[in-house]
Every structure is written in structure tokens, then in C-alpha cells.
């Protein structure tokens, strides 16, 4: 094999191998690493209350929002509290916490169930707990 045959082949492989790389970016759970988090200032729960949970979303998007990019993760105590209480009270728990997301979608349309080559804005993540100090639990998602 001639040198220009080499040189052309490791070429081609190094153009493959990026290739893929991009593309299983989105299977090797790389969508989080970037998201743009927000804590505003809580009179109810600590900011290791909220970062608690926003990791419990981070880890719930990484796993079953395949081809979407979570862009923003945020805590807003007076969406929060609007409705808390009546989460709380549907899963038959002493808590509730409402957190805010915004994501993007490939052309895939992640799992097929949302729009392709869109913008999620204003999504919402309810977690429980049954007392101060428990664990959160993701209960539901969605607008």
C-alpha cells in the first residue's frame, strides 16, 4: 500500500470516527452536561433541597429524553408554591416541588411523543417527599 493509499484511509477513518462520535453523543447521555441552572431564593426549601431535585430531573432527562438537549433547569418559588400543595395532596405526600425546564429536540422527535426540531419552553418536573430531609421522588412531567 502506497503512502498516499495510507494517508487516505486514516484520513477517511478519523473522518468515521468523528462522525460517530457526534452522533452518540446523544446516546451516551451527553445532553445535561451543559444546562443552564437556576436557583432562586427559597423561604421553604434549602439550596440543597433544590439541587437535590433538579439532579433527580437531570438524571430522569439523560435517561428517557433520547435526541433532546435539556438547555435550562430552574426553580421558581412562586410557580412552586401556586401548586404545591395540591401535588402534594394527589400523591399522598407531605411535599411538593415544581421545577422549570426549557430542552430542544433533534429530528428525531426524541422518543417520537414530541415535536422534531422544536423548543420545549416552561416544562414542568413535580417531585414529592414525604417529610423534610426524605428523598425527592419524580412523580410526573409536562406542561
Request: hydrophobic share 35%; aromatic share 14%; net charge negative.
Amino acid at each position: 500500500m502506497s503512502k498516499k493509499s495510507k494517508l487516505i484511509c486514516l484520513i477517511f477513518a478519523v473522518c468515521i470516527i468523528g462522525i460517530v462520535l457526534y452522533f452518540l453523543r446523544f446516546y451516551m447521555h451527553w445532553d445535561v452536561d451543559n444546562v443552564n441552572q437556576s436557583i432562586s431564593h427559597s423561604e421553604v426549601y434549602s439550596n440543597q433541597d433544590i439541587d437535590t431535585a433538579m439532579n433527580i430531573v437531570k438524571r430522569e432527562f439523560r435517561d428517557e429524553f433520547k435526541g433532546c438537549v435539556l438547555t435550562d433547569l430552574w426553580y421558581n418559588e412562586d410557580i412552586s408554591i401556586s401548586s404545591s400543595d395540591e401535588w402534594a395532596k394527589q400523591y399522598n405526600s407531605d411535599e411538593a416541588i415544581i421545577l422549570l425546564s426549557n430542552f430542544d429536540v433533534d429530528s428525531s422527535g426524541g422518543d417520537g411523543s414530541l415535536d422534531p426540531n422544536s423548543t420545549y419552553t416552561d416544562w414542568q418536573w413535580i417531585l414529592v417527599r414525604d417529610r423534610e430531609n426524605s428523598k425527592w421522588t419524580l412523580k410526573t412531567w409536562g406542561y
